[in-house]
């Protein structure tokens, strides 16, 4: 991967879009109910399948990630029923907030902000709740930049047999960067959406749907019309979607797939932890305080605290005015106190080696908003 741009866009979505992206999006419009649609849809499906490593159903949804969240609530609870939300941060909690608009009994297992779950700890708590439904977690939490250990969560959650709860999985900033086996660590749904890892514009939620996922959607009786999963999988299976689909990001994501087929998994995977690695390693070379712990960095999204003088908004500021670098600022509890430095989809190492050395200038020029 070869690029120059003014711009270094380093927020964790949307992300820069390859030059054969942006060319594909640009395409002319086609029906969305013809034969050409038809192989745009099915080409699309396929090629997120071996992403997802799952034999089970591929449904798209043209949202956002928020929307592909909702529609994993909604499709899998009745009212009334309790589930468990695993939250290490700001995205954990908005899994908690969509299940109590659908009326549900919502037990929060909150972790420290920084920290990843413990696999043990939900484990616990499903023993205290045998009546649990569904739990609910986020593989990669961007708002601190965590990723928590999927498998040992599946496998805790696996261990109850035949009362073990349904898995659900927000896996939006990781899924195309880190690799996420749905199948064998026992997820039963996963959703992304298309402006992450996939290098594509905003617009499309991608819902990987397990058997045990059918069952649960069969009797929930949450009302939902869009978001509707057994809808939605009739009409794909004809090729085509229920509502009128955004055909442009649908051509975006085609390319992006032939991308990342190209330079094969394993090979995105690896650069995606290299350059996480060197984004840590360089920012703690320079002397900042990471919010994440080594152990449970992610690969996609790095949170360092603020250089001791500078305000949230003239770090923010100046790295953007002065170097071309567009940073995320802190969510929730951490807003103002940290900078978050994203580094998935399209980005190589030559983007980074930029962050770093606008990162140490500022330094070397110290705060001046005082």
């Known amino acids: 991967m070869e690029r120059s741009e003014e711009i270094n866009l380093r927020i964790p979505g949307p992300t820069p879009l390859p030059p054969l992206v942006r060319q594909a999006t640009s395409q002319q419009m086609i029906n969305h109910r013809g034969l050409e649609f038809q192989s745009l849809l099915r080409e699309v499906t396929n090629g997120l399948r071996p992403v997802f490593q799952t034999t089970g159903d591929i449904l798209l949804f043209s949202a956002s990630g928020t929307?592909?969240?909702?529609?994993?609530?909604?499709?899998?609870?009745?009212?009334?029923?309790?589930?468990?939300?695993?939250?290490?941060?700001?995205?954990?909690?908005?899994?908690?907030?969509?299940?109590?608009?659908?009326?549900?009994?919502?037990?929060?297992?909150?972790?420290?902000?920084?920290?990843?779950?413990?696999?043990?700890?939900?484990?616990?708590?499903?023993?205290?709740?045998?009546?649990?439904?569904?739990?609910?977690?986020?593989h990669n939490e961007t708002s601190t930049g965590i990723t928590n250990d999927?498998?040992?969560?599946?496998?805790?959650?696996?261990?109850?047999?035949?009362?073990a709860p349904l898995l659900?999985?927000?896996?939006?900033?990781?899924?195309?960067?880190?690799?996420?086996?749905?199948?064998?660590?026992?997820?039963?749904?996963?959703?992304?959406?298309?402006?992450?890892a996939w290098m594509s514009p905003p617009?499309?939620?991608?819902?990987?749907?397990?058997?045990?996922?059918?069952?649960?959607?069969?009797?929930?009786?949450?009302?939902?019309?869009?978001?509707?999963?057994?809808?939605?999988?009739?009409?794909?299976q004809e090729g085509y979607?229920?509502?009128?689909?955004?055909?442009?990001?649908?051509?975006?994501?085609?390319?992006?797939?032939?991308?990342?087929?190209?330079?094969?998994?394993?090979?995105?995977?690896?650069?995606?932890?290299?350059l996480g690695r060197k984004m840590r390693q360089g920012l703690c070379g320079l002397g900042f305080k990471l919010v994440a712990n080594d152990a449970h960095a992610s690969d996609t999204v790095t949170a360092a605290y603020l250089p001791a003088g500078y305000s949230s908004s003239e770090w923010l500021e100046r790295m953007s005015r002065d170097h071309g670098i567009i940073l995320g600022d802190g969510?929730?509890?951490?807003?103002?106190?940290?900078?978050?430095?994203?580094?998935?989809?399209?980005?190589?190492?030559e983007d980074i080696d930029h962050v770093l050395a606008a990162a140490e200038a500022l330094l070397r020029e110290g705060p001046k908003n005082r």
Request: glycine share 8%; with cysteine; charged share 20%.
């Open 203 to 236: 617009g499309l939620a991608m819902i990987g749907v397990g058997p045990r996922a059918w069952a649960y959607a069969a009797r929930a009786t949450s009302p939902r019309l869009y978001f509707d999963f057994a809808t939605t999988q009739r009409i794909a």
């Open 67 to 138: 929307g592909g969240m909702e529609a994993c609530v909604a499709n899998t609870v009745s009212p009334g029923d309790k589930v468990i939300v695993v939250s290490i941060g700001a995205f954990g909690d908005r899994f908690a907030q969509i299940a109590e608009v659908y009326r549900c009994q919502v037990v929060r297992l909150s972790f420290p902000w920084g920290q990843a779950a413990d696999p043990e700890a939900i484990l616990r708590e499903l023993r205290s709740h045998p009546d649990c439904r569904v739990v609910f977690v986020t």
């Open 331 to 349: 969510q929730g509890s951490l807003k103002g106190k940290i900078f978050r430095v994203a580094h998935l989809g399209y980005v190589t190492d």
């Open 150 to 163: 999927l498998q040992a969560i599946g496998t805790a959650v696996r261990s109850l047999g035949e009362k």
């Open 241 to 274: 979607t229920p509502f009128t689909p955004a055909v442009s990001i649908l051509y975006g994501l085609r390319a992006a797939l032939k991308m990342m087929a190209q330079e094969g998994l394993p090979n995105v995977y690896a650069r995606h932890h290299h």
């Open 168 to 196: 659900v999985v927000d896996a939006i900033s990781s899924l195309g960067a880190i690799e996420l086996p749905m199948d064998e660590w026992g997820c039963d749904l996963v959703l992304t959406a298309s402006q992450k």
